[in-house]
């Protein structure tokens, strides 16, 4: 089985595809949508989970360096980015080469996200102070989701 697949299924976040989102922006695109469906912290680690949902007529593709994707929180207005491994790999999927994306021998392709359809983008961040409500999430070609709501 597909590892991002099965560590999805395994932790539950697979059903918060069809959640009530905590927020919406739409992508630079103007076809694409994102759901922010998770926000909460667990021992200490943020878990943002994404769902990217194609509006148009035809297929859109996703690719973006994880670098690039930050919070800041809301009590010290502190940024904080994507949390890496042991390994210094980015904790998150779809993620190849440092970028969201599908990686394959030549290097990485886009998450496409067929007409109608809808993929899953999750990302660990370490915890906002305890003091922090909200937090300011930034995506690369997508509105910032502001004042984003976080469950302990």
Same mark, same amino acid.
């Given at each position: 089985? %597909?590892?991002? /697949?099965? $560590?999805l299924?395994? $932790?539950?976040i697979?059903s918060?595809? #069809?959640? @009530?989102? /905590?927020q919406?922006?739409? *992508?630079?695109?103007?076809? !694409?949508e =994102? ?6 912290? !667990?021992?200490?680690i943020l878990?943002?989970?994404? =769902?990217?949902? #194609? ?7 996703? +690719?973006? +360096?994880v670098?690039?994707? %930050? ?7 502190? +940024? %904080?980015?994507v /949390?890496k491994?042991?390994?210094n790999?980015?904790? *998150? ?6 970028? &969201? ?5 030549g290097? &990485?392709?886009?998450l ?5 359809? +809808?993929?899953?983008v999750?990302f ?6 305890a003091?922090?409500?909200?937090? #300011? /999430? ?6 910032? $989701? @502001? @004042? !984003?709501?976080?469950?302990?």
């Amino acid at each position: 089985m %597909y590892k991002p /697949l099965l $560590f999805l299924i395994l $932790f539950g976040i697979s059903s918060t595809i #069809n959640a @009530e989102p /905590l927020q919406t922006q739409i *992508g630079m695109s103007g076809d !694409l949508e =994102v759901d922010v469906n998770k926000a909460g912290v !667990l021992d200490n680690i943020l878990t943002v989970v994404l =769902v990217y949902r #194609n509006t148009g007529t035809a297929r859109s593709d996703v +690719k973006y +360096k994880v670098a690039d994707v %930050y919070y800041i929180d809301d009590a010290d207005s502190k +940024k %904080y980015h994507v /949390l890496k491994d042991s390994k210094n790999e980015w904790i *998150g999927a779809p993620i190849a080469r440092g970028s &969201v994306g599908i990686g394959h021998p030549g290097g &990485v392709g886009p998450l496409a996200v067929d007409a109608g359809g +809808k993929k899953i983008v999750w990302f660990k961040f370490p915890a906002p102070p305890a003091t922090a409500q909200t937090i #300011n /999430l930034v995506v690369p070609d997508v509105l910032p $989701f @502001e @004042e !984003l709501a976080i469950s302990r």
